[in-house]
């Protein structure tokens, strides 16, 4: 008795394309759901080589659970002007964005990237299904909205080595595509597009096919990239590299607000760090007179980078007659930051870089103690016991290599 | 008149609402008698054997409103309540199936073959009902006030109740507006496409009530069925171990744990009234047993027409209750099966026999089963909501046997020429040829079947008209409606006679609430 | 390029009367007509050479006191006339009940079927009189923007004191109680007589798409009797056809210069930045002004005019979410001679028939809209103007105009078309030849409006006549949604004072009295 042959296979959990790849690989035996497909947590049983592939080497990331959508058609800019709180009109084809996209009130339903396939083409990607959302946008619009979440696969190349093996690999160097750009070529005659985009911070490119070549390509890299250190990488090594990156995640670090519940668990872009990513020069998108207002009148919250200060943490452990306890993987439970006696926040996503060697944190904080250098206290269990230990408000991204945007010369 | 024996409070009839009204009392230290006229306790929320070896929670069939600080208070879980939960709602089609499970994932994914967008919107449903649920929460919770000539208590159960609603975001008051009046087509309409979706969500607004889908009013009995938690989870339904009279069981346990005394098979005749005031009942043996105070746990009509004399009430007020709307719409066919029902669409044994099998593969067809019983005749094709006891708890059969409960609309009172033997046959056989339809080896494991007519269901638990929930779910029954304008906080116009029943706010189900509410109000005003 | 304080689209009852107020408080204002006359649903029509009739309304139940008050209507040349006969109901035989003006003759119409309904109908009318005073007051009032309701808004519903005081709290539970009753649950609680709770029915269905076993028909029945004293009660005939009362209102605009021009479509409502500044025409034409009112149902104003993607994506799903759900058809035909309505005589012609023998008679036509077909015998209401004014039809010759329900809008499997109105009519035909014998054999012409017809050439969505149906979740604050109930668009300068909004659709012109109110607060 079991589900397997009673549900169909679009109710099974997915497997992705890679699937017969990576799972001969994955030693561990640990996957995670991401959006209904089964993904590696870590291929070895601990993830630090994997994390030192994206930093050192190449970390190979299956990134297929990724909602991707398609827009097309002579209104398309049009709608994502109206969607999005970037400025769509400038983006050049061949370019990619990254932006929020906001409810009516101006919070965030979710962020993703854009990229302009064509004049008047566009793919989405998304943390969670918005189709709904999107479509129901374009009512009255001259344009086509398309799920092509299972008709894309995708794989992320990231870290310093990643543009070499591509270029031993690609039909067209590399050598000049830009930060947030991307190219249309071909693996041994199989067409890719590949954008130079990532969730680590790091050079790295991300890679688009048809699901139908996914092994192909897939032995392709390992094969070419083998030399270059090429290694295939979980979801464990992902999250200390975005963590470090400063990179916000939804579900964990936002929720999304078409499914907050309650307003106190919704957020502006301004609170979650994006105001960069908020065009108000351009005519109007959905949000904007909510955002204005907020702009005018500040945001309640910010969201910041915190360091847990090493000498204090180090000296509760000592306290107790132990080494200082590091998290072994980044965690994801909203831990309590405090002004004196006043809780003022919280941290949502944390972890010990091993780069670094800082122990960092993302927070929303309230605005008047984002400051940076602002001292706060991070709530810490030491031995069963509450301790609060000494934490700093720092800029983010905590890691940010020159090679992330830079080309060849 | 034989026997003189004086209690604090008697309660009439052994339902789970009049057993935790006598819980509550007898937890407050009070003398209580409860008097029940069948054999068994519970009511309509009764376990019994009806074949050897097989046994049937014979009427309400599963739990999920039960409030949670009843359970708690009357420490049910010590005497017995033990809530198995129901996994999912499966919805048979001729060759496809729609299926959501305990797995948000699992089901967003299973409606996404569907339809994309219905699969999106249904992630929100959920929650979006949950919060107008607890938005209701409050009102369902207060002793509806008197707007007639309102006490002090009224006027500030008003204010607060006012500065909630006020508490309230626009878009929960718009859906509770929309909830209050729309029918629940409409109402899913605005939410979903795909139709065997709608269909089955819909039915939850046509359960126990003489509505359609396309009804207006029908969306309240949805919400109404949305108000239910289990361990805080809202919209849980669960299965009681060892049917569904273990619930009144536990409550009849608890009772008799705080002193009160139970009798069954004791038939109450009429409430004893002097000088506008109640002193007793006397029983159809001509036994008589005094008390300071009576409840009744029956329907209004029963409560006020039957138990007291016309004379003793004001005439407007018989005039209210006889025009309180009591509708039988449902009926019950309980199965005895030698193996398990092999559903065409997702054949042989599996999880999804676990949970609840909803025949409603559309709007037309459980819109044209009402149109039957709109004209007076059973549904030809009836909207069944199933489960299968014993794939929950074997012991409900024999090992390897089933047994197989179906509730079935529409099947009217008052149905063309009256209901009799032949009728219920027929009625039995449309049930029989619909699940067919979906699981065709049905006919040949059938071992006993036991039918149940809103007739039956007034016989047998004093339901009047068979109606499940004492009354129409209707806007104008409820809260301070509902039974009687004025007499909605479980008072009548009849001094130390009160009421307990479903039929009194906030309504029908497995709650506990009317009972331990009108509970509150007797001792608050002791 | 003129510049107006005011542009109105739409001069039909409701867009006449805001103009009408506005012009008259020195507002330049423009109304803009897209069909050659004014008066939108209250247009007469020759439909065959010679005979003349009322598109849509062949009545007027009530109009607004406070319009006829400030407009001073009876004197600008409105002449309303009460029928002795408010209303004769037809059996499938010869029976009938005939609702008289004087309600002893009601009384003793109603005795020939059942002496115990006849001595209960004094006091039903009563009732009925009673809860519509409520909801009287309730239709004055800009509704209340809810759930957030403060002092300021319960001070402005103080007018609903004057009923508490006269008929007590209990009023407003009755009120409560029999708005969202099924017609069944209403009559079961008064009536025995089957014709007479069908008579009654009628009036909870009137213009619905909904069957007398909806719940929420009782509210439609209070709606219809607004202003009246009892059922039926308020019917009256304007004299000259019902386009009277839009030419009154026209030529009193016009007199305090306000600008009417008819045949002028417009197709957009131009909004920059949620700010609405103007109107464009199909001719190209931009026409700039500092507010507009619209008076198109909100389909048409929001989707339409001012486009979907101007709108946020809440108020667009709002939009979208309004049920219009047109279900009405009128049939005009013209006739050879005077029909003969069996059991009544011609000194009774000048009525409104209706046919419904019986509540399930007309739960089961009602059933035909749920599954997308025509009803097999559908309900119908039918007058014979001609014999109130000679002047709709040539000598000697008639009009019967029917309305019909249910002809839904939405139909399964196929679309309007001429066989469909032909089915159409022949199951009207045969409807009324159940009481009209002889009516094929004196048919001359016929004119069949169906709801698509309604849309096509009134502009109203779905073919609904109320711009929305009247049902208790589109009502007061809710109408047309709860974000714009206020006559006010949530884009900035816009307003609405169409039947969308409260309080719904009639010939009674609340809606533009009260949507002129809020635009001259502002």
């Known amino acids: 008795m079991s589900y397997k042959n009673k549900f169909t296979a679009h109710t099974q959990l997915k497997m992705s394309p890679f699937f017969e790849r990576t799972s001969k690989l994955n030693e561990s035996q640990e996957w995670r759901r991401w959006a209904g497909y089964l993904a590696a947590t870590s291929y070895e049983l601990t993830h630090e080589n994997e994390y030192f592939a994206i930093r050192t080497k190449a970390g190979l990331l299956d990134i297929t659970p990724l909602k991707k959508y398609i827009v097309k058609g002579p209104e398309s800019q049009r709608l994502l002007d109206q969607l999005v709180t970037r400025n769509i009109a400038i983006c050049k084809v061949g370019q990619v964005m990254y932006t929020p996209w906001c409810d009516e009130h101006g919070k965030v339903i979710d962020d993703g990237t854009v990229q302009r396939l064509s004049e008047n083409k566009f793919r989405i990607t998304s943390a969670e299904p918005n189709l709904e959302w999107i479509q129901s946008n374009a009512v009255g619009m001259d344009v086509i909205v398309k799920d092509d979440s299972f008709t894309t696969a995708a794989l992320a190349l990231q870290g310093p080595n990643s543009r070499a093996i591509l270029n031993s690999i690609s039909s067209k160097t590399l050598d000049s595509l830009k930060f947030f750009w991307m190219m249309e070529t071909t693996f041994d005659n199989i067409p890719v597009s590949i954008s130079r985009t990532g969730y680590t911070g790091d050079l790295g490119y991300e890679i688009w096919m048809n699901p139908n070549d996914a092994l192909t390509v897939w032995d392709l890299l390992i094969d070419k990239g083998k030399p270059f250190g090429i290694t295939p990488t979980g979801l464990h090594a992902l999250d200390v590299a975005r963590i470090e990156a400063g990179l916000i995640l939804l579900d964990v670090d936002y929720i999304s607000s078409r499914h907050a519940i309650i307003e106190s668990r919704k957020s502006s872009p301004y609170e979650l760090g994006l105001g960069w990513t908020v065009k108000m020069k351009k005519a109007n998108f959905i949000g904007k007179s909510s955002l204005l207002k907020e702009l005018d009148r500040g945001s309640r919250w910010s969201y910041v980078g915190v360091e847990i200060e090493w000498t204090e943490f180090e000296k509760h452990y000592r306290d107790v007659g132990l080494a200082p306890g590091l998290p072994h993987t980044a965690w994801r439970t909203s831990t309590p930051l405090y002004f004196q006696n006043e809780q003022v926040g919280y941290a949502t996503s944390g972890t010990w870089s091993p780069l670094l060697k800082r122990y960092i944190a993302l927070a929303h904080l309230k605005s008047k103690y984002a400051k940076e250098g602002s001292e706060l206290m991070f709530e810490l269990k030491v031995e069963h016991f509450r301790k609060l230990t000494k934490a700093t408000v720092v800029k983010t991204p905590f890691f940010d290599p020159e090679r992330k945007r830079s080309c060849p010369k | ?526 | 390029m003129n510049n107006y304080d005011i542009i109105i689209i739409g001069a039909g009852i409701n867009g006449l009367t805001t103009a009408s107020i506005l012009g008259k408080k020195g507002k330049r204002v423009l109304v803009l007509e897209s069909r050659e006359k004014v008066g939108g649903m209250a247009s007469s029509m020759e439909f065959a050479p010679g005979f003349k009739c009322n598109v849509i309304n062949d009545t007027i139940k009530w109009i607004d006191p406070r319009l006829i008050k400030l407009l001073d209507l009876n004197a600008k040349g409105l002449e309303l006339v009460q029928p002795e006969i408010l209303r004769i109901i037809l059996g499938e035989n010869s029976e009938h009940i005939a609702f008289h003006k004087d309600v002893a003759k009601t009384i003793d119409s109603i005795a020939k079927y059942s002496i115990i309904d006849s001595e209960r109908w004094k006091d039903f009318i009563s009732y009925i009189e009673k809860l519509s005073q409520f909801l009287e007051k309730i239709y004055e009032l800009t509704p209340p923007i809810l759930p957030k309701i403060g002092i300021k808004e319960i001070l402005g519903m103080r007018s609903m004191l004057s009923p508490i005081r006269k008929h007590g709290t209990r009023g407003i539970v009755d009120l409560l109680r029999v708005a969202p009753m099924m017609m069944p649950e209403l009559v079961d609680e008064w009536f025995e007589n089957e014709l007479l709770r069908s008579s009654i029915s009628t009036a909870g269905i009137h213009h619905l798409s909904f069957g007398p076993y909806a719940a929420g028909t009782g509210y439609n029945l209070l709606h219809q009797h607004v202003h009246g004293n009892g059922l039926f009660h308020n019917i009256q005939f304007a004299k000259g056809g019902t386009e009277r009362f839009a030419i009154v209102l026209k030529d009193y605009a016009e007199s305090f210069n306000v600008e009417i021009q008819t045949s002028t479509k417009v197709i957009s409502i131009n909004t920059d930045q949620n700010v609405c500044n103007g109107i464009s025409l199909e001719n190209g034409e931009q026409i700039m002004a500092k507010q507009i009112v619209s008076s198109l149902d909100p389909n048409n104003t929001f989707l339409n005019l001012v486009g979907p993607s101007n709108l946020t994506p809440n108020f667009r799903k709002q939009i979208n979410n309004i049920r219009y759900r047109g279900s009405t058809a009128r049939i005009h035909f013209a006739l050879s001679s005077l029909p003969e309505v069996k059991g009544v005589t011609k000194e009774q012609m000048k009525t409104i028939f209706s046919i419904s023998p019986s509540v399930e008679y007309l739960e089961r036509a009602s059933d035909a809209v749920k599954y997308g077909k025509l009803s097999d015998k559908p309900y119908v209401e039918f007058v014979i103007p001609s014999v109130l004014d000679s002047n709709f039809a040539p000598e000697g010759e008639h009009v019967l105009s029917a309305t019909i329900q249910y002809a839904p809008y939405h139909l399964r499997n196929t679309e309007w078309s001429d066989s469909v109105k032909d089915q159409l009519k022949n199951n009207v035909v045969d409807t009324l030849q159940k009481v009209i014998p002889n009516i094929r054999s004196i048919i001359k012409h016929t004119s069949i409006i169906s709801p698509l017809d309604l849309e096509n050439e009134f502009g109203l969505t779905e073919g609904n006549l109320n711009h929305g149906e009247m049902t208790l979740d589109q009502f007061m604050f809710m109408r047309p949604t709860i974000s714009s109930s206020q006559y006010r668009a949530p884009i900035n300068n816009l307003y609405l004072c169409g039947s969308g909004t409260h309080p719904g659709g009639g010939l009674h012109g609340t809606n533009g009295y009260n949507a002129a109110m809020e635009v001259l607060k502002d």
């Open chain 2, 1 to 526: 008149m034989s026997k003189i024996k004086k209690y604090d409070a008697i309660v009439i009839g052994g339902g789970h609402n009049g057993l935790t009204a006598a819980a509550y009392l007898g937890r407050a230290g009070k003398k209580v008698l409860v008097l029940e006229r069948r054999h068994v306790l519970g009511g309509a929320a009764v376990t019994e054997e009806i074949f050897p070896g097989f046994k049937f929670s014979v009427c309400s069939y599963v739990v999920s409103l039960m409030k949670s600080n009843v359970m708690r208070e009357l420490m049910l879980p010590k005497f017995g309540l033990e809530i198995l939960p129901l996994e999912s709602t499966m919805t048979p089609l001729e060759n496809d199936y729609l299926i959501r499970t305990a797995d948000s994932d699992q089901t967003y994914r299973e409606i996404a073959r569907h339809s994309k967008k219905d699969a999106e919107n249904y992630m929100r449903f959920g929650p979006a009902m949950g919060q107008i649920g607890m938005a209701v929460r409050p009102i369902l919770e207060t002793i509806a006030p008197n707007p007639i000539r309102p006490s002090f208590s009224d006027l500030s159960a008003t204010k607060r109740l006012f500065d909630h609603v006020k508490s309230l975001s626009s878009k929960q008051f718009e859906y509770l507006t929309k909830l209050m009046t729309m029918s629940s087509a409409d109402f899913l309409d605005e939410w979903f496409d795909y139709e065997p979706l709608k269909a089955t969500l819909s039915a939850s607004g046509i359960i126990g009530t003489f509505m359609g889908p396309y009804s207006p009013g029908s969306a309240y009995v949805m919400l109404h069925h949305y108000m239910g938690d289990i361990d805080g989870a809202f919209r849980a339904w669960g299965f009681q171990r060892g049917g569904t009279g273990g619930v009144s069981m536990a409550i009849a346990r608890s009772a008799e744990y705080f002193g009160v005394e139970i009798m069954t098979e004791t038939s109450v005749q009429n409430v004893i009234v002097k000088n506008g005031r109640a002193t007793g009942v006397s029983l159809d043996n001509g036994d008589e047993y005094n008390s300071n105070i009576v409840i009744s746990g029956l329907d209004p009509k029963l409560t006020f027409l039957k138990m007291i004399d016309k004379s003793d009430l004001p005439s407007d007020f018989v005039s209210a209750i006889k025009n309180f709307r009591i509708r039988g719409s449902s009926g019950k066919v309980n199965l005895a099966l030698d193996a398990l029902p092999n559903f065409t669409c997702m054949s042989g044994d599996g999880h999804h026999l676990r949970g609840a099998i909803s025949i409603s593969p559309s709007y037309d067809h459980l819109e044209k089963a009402y149109d039957d019983a709109k004209y007076g005749n059973f549904s030809e094709a009836p909207f069944m909501d199933i489960i299968l006891p014993s794939v929950l708890d074997p012991d409900m059969a024999p090992p390897g046997k089933h047994v197989m409960s179906c509730f079935v609309q529409y099947a009217p009172y008052d149905i063309n020429e009256g209901w009799n033997d032949q009728k219920r046959e027929a009625f039995g056989d449309a049930v029989i040829n619909t699940i067919s339809r979906y699981a065709p080896n049905i006919k040949d494991i059938i071992l006993h079947r036991q039918v149940l007519t809103p007739a039956d269901l007034e016989s047998t638990f004093g339901l009047t008209e068979g109606n499940i929930f004492h009354g129409e779910l209707t806007l104008q029954q409820l809260f301070s409606l509902r039974p009687a304008v004025k007499w909605a906080d479980y008072t009548t116009p009849i001094k130390n006679y009160f009421q307990c029943g479903s039929g009194t706010h906030p309504g029908g189900g497995i709650t506990g609430s009317p009972g331990e509410m009108a509970a509150k109000k007797i001792l608050g005003a002791w």
